[in-house]
């Protein structure tokens, strides 16, 4: 039986490594994994954009997961390319799933005022992070989320509050945590729930996430 093929495209501004505790059986599963690039123009549209990732791909017929905000990309994918199925965790299907607070960030342009200079530096910034949490906090996002080009942070942000799609498209396979900060589980519909899942849950229940893309890869045999 040929092995399925899954490309994954990461959170924003996250590498590939994010998704190192999956456990997949590699001999049913070919994986493979996309990084960000950066944008050709500061106005790229996110369908322009998603051609040239598409570009990467080098088999017919791929599985697609993202997370964050890589699953709008894959999702963006699907659109221009043929797949067998698309699952998105810890995303948003449309953007009637976006939380009201990013939907006023968007109305008010207050997602400007976003430090990507602070992400983009971090460790200049890392000896002001006073207590432990902050400390923490501070090397995940040096260990994870490793592509922090000002000009990539800048469209990403841009790119994720500006999400024209309106209808979910047919099909996604969506996988969230009930305690998802970034998109409450209140707005999200049709979802895989994982109980205390958080936004980060790629991390800390990739045995759990694990399970349900090999059922779900099993359903298409």
Not at 169 to 184: A, R, T
Request: hydrophobic share 40%; proline share 5%; with cysteine.
């Amino acid at each position: 039986m040929p092995k399925h093929v899954i490309y994954f495209v990461p959170g924003l501004a996250a590498s590939t490594k994010i998704f190192e505790y999956l456990d997949l059986d590699e001999s049913k599963f070919e994986l493979h994994y996309l990084n960000w690039i950066l944008p050709a123009t500061p106005r790229e549209s996110i369908s322009e954009y998603a051609a040239r990732m598409c570009a990467q791909i080098q088999h017919p017929d791929p599985i697609l997961v993202g997370v964050s905000f890589g699953g709008v990309m894959v999702q963006e994918m699907s659109k221009l390319i043929t797949t067998k199925k698309v699952v998105i965790i810890s995303s948003i299907k449309s953007n009637k799933e976006l939380p009201t607070r990013l939907k006023l960030a968007q109305k008010t342009k207050a997602y400007k005022l976003f430090p990507s200079k602070m992400v983009s530096h971090i460790e200049d910034y890392e000896k002001y992070f006073f207590n432990d949490y902050l400390k923490k906090r501070a090397e995940l996002y040096k260990l994870y989320l490793s592509f922090r080009d000002e000009r990539y942070l800048d469209w990403a942000i841009y790119n994720v509050l500006h999400w024209s799609q309106t209808e979910q498209l047919p099909d996604i396979v969506h996988i969230h945590g009930n305690k998802d900060e970034i998109f409450p589980v209140k707005n999200i519909d049709n979802a895989i729930l994982i109980e205390s899942g958080t936004h980060i849950m790629i991390l800390n229940k990739a045995k759990t996430i694990s399970k349900i893309l090999e059922k779900q890869c099993f359903l298409l045999t």
